[in-house]
């Protein structure tokens, strides 16, 4: 019987889907990842946060990354991103009077409020 629940124990430890963190990128304790808000699929989705840079690759609309790891991040950074091969960025000028995030996950939701325009939105969101 103790075989048996052991058994159970383990099988279910390895079977659960853990964090939902790609352990391929970055080595830090903050944890980011991009939700797309929109109603398009966004590509070469990039994050440079000073404390880290991750390819973020495509996303469907509407849909959520894995968490991506940074040594450091803050409420906002730099991000790049394309839809229908137009080019959208987020350029902060600097990060005087930001305090950097403490250890945890986030979410960048992206959005934009027509695709004439350049203008892109990062809403930013602790998870």
Avoid: H
Avoid at 38 to 49: A, G, H, K, Q, S
Avoid at 86 to 111: F, H, M, N
């Amino acid at each position: 019987m103790r075989v048996g629940i052991l058994t159970l124990l383990v099988l279910f430890a390895f079977g659960c889907k853990g964090d939902d963190v790609d352990p391929d990128f970055g080595t830090g304790d903050v944890r980011i990842r991009i939700w797309n808000d929109t109603e398009y699929v966004m590509n070469d989705i990039f994050v440079d946060t000073g404390g880290g840079e991750n390819d973020y690759g495509e996303l469907s609309s509407f849909d959520k990354s894995v968490y991506m790891r940074y040594n450091s991040a803050y409420r906002y950074a730099f991000v790049s991103f394309k839809i229908k091969g137009k080019a959208y960025t987020i350029q902060p000028i600097d990060y005087v009077g930001e305090e950097p995030l403490a250890k945890g996950k986030y979410t960048y939701r992206l959005s934009v409020d027509n695709l004439n325009s350049t203008y892109a939105i990062l809403e930013f969101i602790e998870d």
